[in-house]
């Protein structure tokens, strides 16, 4: 008892050292000399804090704190269950192998879009499947009649992210997948908390994804998550995750048989064997640490406020912006959509603006810029010798591919550091 104690005193001196130290954090903007960064995990001593009781806690695998922060990101959702994994890009891989395995595909049409970030599209091509590139529209995303237009016998369904948090015609898309009998996987890895016909994205497909790496809406350091509301595609998930594995026993399991009652009497091969070494699907190991689900679990709290600064900022600056509409634009937002923004969209409208050279005024003024992702997959050297096809000739994705980029808009982008920027445009478009 006496040890315990001792070691309970420890940590809270360990906690509160922490709690000085974040507070010895200068976070003076000083323009011209801090930079504007695209992107930006912001947190306090409580994610720090969690992070150390974890480590603390002695445990380090994915155990009871994994299990809670899924519980709670399915309740932010609005799905009956999720997945935690170590990054979105394993989150879009497992999604569609598990939508593979459950309705035992063997290959085919996906269709997607051409204006992505890779790992929308790689799990496609990684699990046998063929991508149908569509053109997006002046909201960056894939429009419904593009998709009916593209479907045809081998289509079997659609992968596509809501680019940049502004929302697709999701439910339109979701009607049209219904109908035809194909699945739809939706990628929110940018579209946390956007909202489309006043539901949350992420509940119109199968299966959707989120990303938690530190640019994002909130972060776990890395991570992943797939949100699920059938039961078995859930299961099938969570095996993959964790090596094919057939045994679903949590972490907080304490029947001596496991929660399947009888443990130790599958025969294999004429032997009885132990439930949790049996392996019924050819898995991998996409588990997160407990300390990132230990951080997640402090993130999650404030995930409206983050969301509604990301807000904030993006309409100053579309209020802002609108005086340089003669030389950039912002995309379109449908009406029935409400999102919101992972970055700041702008696409050069005037032939006497260089993409480049405006991109590089801003950088070398602190204020980082990011193209609009793969821009036109179909251009980039991975791509040139895939099996696809595509629909059209991509005049928009082509369009943002030369005139497109971002700005950083998250809750560490504060009214003064946005003013600044505004200073800079107006700087550089004087003198067009």
């Not at 090596?243 to 001596?256: L, T, Y």
Request: neutral net charge; aromatic residues 12%; glycine residues 8%.
């Amino acid at each position: 008892m006496e040890v315990e104690n001792s070691r309970l005193e420890i940590r809270k001196k360990i906690n509160s050292l922490v709690k000085q130290f974040y507070e010895l954090k200068d976070e003076t903007f000083v323009p011209g000399q801090t930079h504007i960064l695209t992107g930006l995990a912001v947190y306090d001593d409580l994610e720090l804090n969690a992070i150390f009781n974890s480590v603390l806690d002695g445990w380090f695998g994915f155990s009871k704190k994994g299990e809670e922060f899924e519980r709670e990101w399915a309740k932010y959702v609005g799905t009956r269950s999720s997945v935690l994994v170590n990054s979105g890009s394993s989150a879009n891989f497992l999604a569609l192998d598990g939508v593979k395995k459950l309705n035992n595909l063997k290959g085919g049409e996906i269709i997607t879009a051409a204006c992505s970030f890779p790992t929308t599209v790689n799990p496609i091509i990684q699990l046998g499947f063929k991508p149908h590139f569509l053109d997006v529209d002046k909201s960056l995303n894939v429009n419904p009649e593009e998709i009916i237009s593209a479907i045809n016998e081998n289509t079997k369904g659609i992968m596509i992210a809501h680019t940049l948090g502004n929302p697709a015609k999701i439910a339109e898309i979701a009607k049209i997948a219904e109908e035809r009998g194909l699945f739809l996987i939706e990628d929110c890895c940018d579209a946390v908390g956007s909202t489309y016909e006043g539901k949350n994205c992420g509940t119109f497909g199968i299966a959707s994804t989120c990303s938690f790496y530190p640019a994002h809406n909130i972060t776990l350091g890395e991570g992943g998550s797939i949100a699920i509301n059938n039961p078995e595609l859930c299961k099938i998930i969570k095996s993959l995750r964790s090596w094919g594995r057939d045994c679903f026993c949590r972490s907080d399991e304490h029947k001596e048989l496991g929660a399947c009652n009888k443990r130790f009497d599958y025969l294999l091969g004429g032997i009885y064997y132990d439930h949790r070494y049996v392996y019924s699907q050819i898995g991998y190991n996409l588990k997160p640490l407990e300390l990132q689900a230990a951080m997640g679990l402090e993130q999650i709290k404030k995930i409206d406020q983050f969301n509604k600064a990301r807000k904030r900022n993006y309409k100053i600056y579309q209020q802002e912006l609108e005086k340089f509409d003669n030389y950039i634009n912002l995309p379109e937002i449908n009406p029935k959509a409400d999102p919101v923004f992972f970055g700041l969209p702008l696409i050069v409208n005037n032939p006497d603006v260089s993409r480049q050279d405006l991109m590089k005024f801003l950088n070398s003024n602190k204020i980082a810029t990011r193209f609009l992702f793969g821009g036109n997959l179909l251009n980039q050297p991975a791509y040139k010798n895939i099996d696809y096809l595509k629909t059209g000739e991509l005049d928009y994705t082509n369009n943002l591919f030369k005139n497109c980029f971002w700005l950083g808009i998250h809750p560490g982008v504060t009214e003064e550091m946005i003013k600044y920027v505004i200073s800079k445009f107006k700087e550089y478009f004087s003198k067009c």
